[in-house]
């Protein structure tokens, strides 16, 4: 099994519980020539009416600059590894195992 594996910083936002909330920032980073392998949003039940978001990666200069102005900071609570290789049935699972073994 040849995989590429590499650590990658999980950059997180706040986001308006509303339409249009998560596009406009989605779009920001867009705009700034990001290309976005993960994405995933949720409500913030602790803070009524807000969201976050967490993306990654994020490249370059024009990249981590746009998401600054948009409110994004790299989280210390979520880690990430992104994973490159032949997918197949079962290849997550050897991965974490392997994970695993090595402590």
């Keep these: 099994m040849d995989l590429i594996v590499e650590r ?3 950059w997180a936002a706040s986001i308006r519980d509303e339409a249009g909330g998560l596009s406009q920032l989605l779009a920001g980073l867009r ?10 949003a949720r409500r913030t039940p602790e803070k009524p009416g807000t969201g ?11 990249e981590v600059a746009a998401a600054a102005r948009l409110g994004f900071n790299v989280t210390n609570s979520v880690h990430s590894a992104r994973i490159e290789g032949d997918n197949r049935p079962g290849v997550a699972a050897e991965v974490t195992e392997k994970l695993t073994a090595a402590g």
């Design 52 to 62: 976050v978001v967490f993306v990654t990666p994020l490249r370059g200069d024009r």
């Design 31 to 40: 705009d700034a020539g990001a290309d976005l392998d993960f994405v995933i």
């Design 8 to 10: 990658v910083n999980v």
